[in-house]
Nanobody, 120 residues
Framework: QVQLVESGGGLVQPGGSLRLFCAAS????????MAWFRQAPGKEREFVAA?????GTGDSMTGRFIIPRDNAKNTLYLQTNNLKPEDTAVYYC????????????????WGQGTQVTVSS
């Protein structure tokens, strides 16, 4: 069992940056592929970024978002830069033993989400 808790969201002006955190419980964090998804009001959930267990393979929807992880701290991050109003959404982290499963949105474990609002 893995529990995921996101934090770091908030209100930021266009062009600003935020660093989101996903803290994971359990000893198996380092064996899981991880990803971030987001969902804006009235829209489908969409893929943001993913990283495999070792940090050697990753994907991102945009070069403005970077997804580092620290296995020693059981923490996944999402560094968001040059934020735009269309980035406003609830951001969720997810985990699964299989990289392509987590990329496809089929992760076994999900957090409760953290709100990011980009507005002037």
């Amino acid at each position: 069992q893995v529990q995921l808790v996101e934090s770091g969201g908030g209100l930021v002006q266009p062009g600003g940056s935020l660093r989101l955190f996903c803290a994971a419980s359990g000893r198996t964090f380092s064996t899981f592929a991880m990803a971030w998804f987001r969902q804006a009001p009235g829209k489908e959930r969409e893929f943001v970024a993913a990283i495999d267990w070792s940090g050697g393979t990753g994907d991102s929807m945009t070069g403005r978002f970077i997804i580092p992880r620290d296995n020693a701290k059981n923490t996944l991050y999402l560094q968001t830069n040059n934020l735009k109003p269309e980035d406003t959404a609830v951001y969720y982290c997810t985990a699964d033993p299989t990289y392509w499963t987590v990329v496809a949105g089929g992760g076994t474990y999900w957090g409760q989400g953290t709100q990011v609002t980009v507005s002037s």
